[in-house]
């Protein structure tokens, strides 16, 4: 890798809380789901962490809960916020006519439960896992070709951070499921990618 790399979950929402049996609706719920007061705590504290890692470039979901979060991340850490780059390629994935529904029921009708299926199956007016790590990855390219020797911070979604770092650390789709709970970023936290 040409550079440095951290990525950041969005905070909390209520898709954690009163919603977490439930699937985000594409591009986002209606309202637009924000960050919990827990959710914003988190995000704090995450920025207080990353405040001495040197960012030079912020890359941000263009969702409402990832431009809170990057905002409150872009005040700890000292970066101006009109340079933060929203990128819609950082979305969450598109659950398409699931979103809104319930998620163990989503799993059944579509896949079986069969969780591998998600990679090439995409749910009427949805996206795979595999088309979700595409856009990722073409985000991830452009960074690396138009960036050298930069600290990056990438700010989205649990499945796309998951499966973007699965590309980086090469793990083919049956081993980037069975760490997907070892690997999964959850909302809030960071790491970085060595």
């Known amino acids: 890798m040409n550079n440095k790399y951290f990525l950041l979950r969005h905070g909390k929402n209520i898709h954690q809380t009163e ?47 990832t431009k809170q979060t990057s905002q409150i991340i872009s005040e700890k850490i000292g970066f101006d916020l009109a340079k933060v780059i929203f990128d819609e390629k950082l979305r969450d994935i598109n659950w398409g006519i699931w979103g809104g529904k319930k998620e163990a029921e989503a799993w059944e009708v579509l896949y079986n439960n069969n969780y591998l299926k998600r990679f090439e199956n995409a749910p009427l007016e949805g996206e795979t896992w595999s088309e979700c790590q595409d856009r990722m990855i073409e985000v991830f390219k452009e960074i690396e070709n138009n960036h050298q ?41 960071f790491k970085e990618i060595l």
């Open 149 to 189: 020797n930069k600290t990056i911070l990438i700010i989205s979604h649990g499945d796309p951070l998951w499966l973007l770092e699965g590309y980086i650390r090469k793990l083919d789709n049956q081993t980037l499921l069975n760490r997907k709970e070892e690997i999964l970023i959850q909302p809030g936290e």
């Open 19 to 65: 919603l977490k049996d439930f699937l985000y609706c594409w591009p986002d719920d209606t309202p637009p789901v924000s960050l919990i007061k827990e959710g914003i705590e988190d995000i704090e504290k995450a920025g207080e962490l990353l405040k001495d890692k040197h960012i030079d470039c912020v890359f941000s979901s263009d969702i409402l809960r």
